[in-house]
């Protein structure tokens, strides 16, 4: 992130409404608590990896909300809590598969 972005989320942080404010704090410490995990977690290989809905659209060159809709019948899409995410290597066989059959 660069130092820009972050003095707009300080500006922000200085000028919403008092009630919004809760949401606010709630959003940076979910995206404190991610940071923290990322650096106290072992990188996975990148064919065990889990992709974000945005990462997994770009590869299957899909739109994120097809992601969303989809996903209880995407054999390689996981739900963790409620956040969904896509196995690389079950994608990289789904794609696989998917190019097999079109030959």
Known sequence: MRREELEAVLELATEIPLADLPALLGQLEEIRLVG???MLTKPL????RLLTVREAAERLRV???YLYANSETLPFARHIGSRLLFSSSGLNDYLLEKKEKQK
Do not use: H
Not at 45 to 48: E, L, N, R, S
């Open 63 to 65: 739109s994120t909300a």
């Open 45 to 48: 290989p990148d064919d065990t």
């Open 36 to 38: 923290m995990q990322r």
